[in-house]
């Protein structure tokens, strides 16, 4: 099973580009800004960066974060992300970029998207190809959701395609963001929310019906409400379900308690997705190896799964197929 996963040509649609940073990037960033007190020896980093809490975790993605000074860092960033795609043959990614959060810290939009830019030219070299999610983070507020919109409809770099929402989502209605999503939608680029990661599926609705959310990020408490689940079967709205985020982040028990078993059994599209991998000790062969060994699956099964991200990206057409026809041509 490992080795026909890997062989499988593969699509990440839920991955944060601050969360991507693994132990080799970090070192780099470490070295290059030792003022930030991040480990620059490689032992204490890895200790660092094992995965403890969540508190833990939020230390370790801050410390990451303030590294992140300009365009060096962030070409540094996406093309560690890109190496660890390459060598698990993922061949897309579409991965989120929070620019309120580095603008914030005082970098400039033009070395964000000039890291960016330069970054996905290398990742393309990798045949590794990046889109780009530019999210809110919602624990900022409306303030931070202008500021993305204007961001990302004025600059609109080479690679956008869609207008997300991330952060804590108890207290922070989607609904309020329906403006800027209504606006980004305007614009072409496409709406992918989290929501129900960590609140019931009253926060899905909302992505649904407020922000017309075309996929949703995580989405794991739909299985509460069934009327919603036959909703995203219906409308064939996909979920990029993350389960070891889930299990390390204490949304659910275990893998094997995980309710991917039942969005499945009920037809819901699901992707297996990764969110901050090397932070929670995750790789998107080991999210599929994992549920496919929890659930028993055939590889046609988990072909299915492959399939399943190719469809529910937003790469045209013609690249769909061909990525398609290659599964195939691995299950055959
Ligand atoms: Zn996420």
């Known amino acids: 099973m490992r080795s026909f996963i890997h062989a499988l040509p593969k699509v990440e649609l839920h991955v944060h580009l601050v969360g991507s940073a693994g132990v080799g990037t970090v070192l780099e960033l470490a070295r290059r800004h030792p003022e930030a007190g991040v480990p620059t020896d ?7 960066y094992t995965f403890r809490d969540f508190d ?38 579409e991965v989120t970029v929070t620019p309120h959060n580095h603008i914030t810290d005082g970098m400039a939009g033009d070395e964000l998207l000039a890291g960016l830019a330069s ?35 004025s600059e609109r770099p080479d690679g956008l395609v869609s207008f997300g929402l991330a952060g804590p989502e108890a207290g922070i209605g989607r609904a ?13 680029l496409h709406s992918v929310p989290h929501a129900g990661e960590t609140t ?25 409400d069934p009327a919603l689940v036959e909703h995203l079967v219906l409308k064939g709205i996909p979920l990029e379900v993350c389960p070891t985020s889930n ?27 990764t969110d901050d991998p090397p932070f929670f000790g995750a790789t998107l062969e080991g999210e599929y190896l994992a549920v496919a060994a929890a659930l028993d699956l055939t590889p046609a099964q988990v072909a299915r799964l492959a399939e399943n991200a190719v469809l529910a990206s937003f790469l045209p057409g013609s690249r769909k197929t061909a990525l398609l026809e290659e599964i195939a041509d691995v299950v055959a």
């Open 119 to 153: 970054g996905r030219a290398e990742a393309a070299a990798l045949g590794v190809d990046l889109a780009w999610c530019f999210d809110i983070p919602g624990e900022k507020g409306l303030v931070a959701a202008r500021e993305t919109l204007t961001f990302a409809l």
């Open 42 to 48: 490689r032992a204490e980093l890895e200790r660092f």
């Open 176 to 188: 309020q963001f329906a403006p800027f999503f209504d606006a980004a939608r305007d614009a072409g």
């Open 247 to 273: 299990v390390r982040t204490q949304q659910v028990a275990s893998i094997e308690t995980h309710p991917v078993r039942q969005m499945l059994d009920a037809g819901v599209v699901v992707t297996l997705n």
């Open 56 to 93: 833990h975790f939020l230390k370790v993605y801050w410390a990451v974060q303030s590294m992140l000074k300009g365009r060096a860092d962030i070409h540094t960033l996406v093309v560690g992300l890109a190496r660890e795609l390459a060598r698990q043959n993922v061949r897309y990614a």
């Open 200 to 224: 019931g599926p009253e926060t899905i609705w909302s992505a649904v019906r407020d922000l017309r959310a075309e996929r949703i990020g995580h989405g794991t408490s739909c299985v509460e």
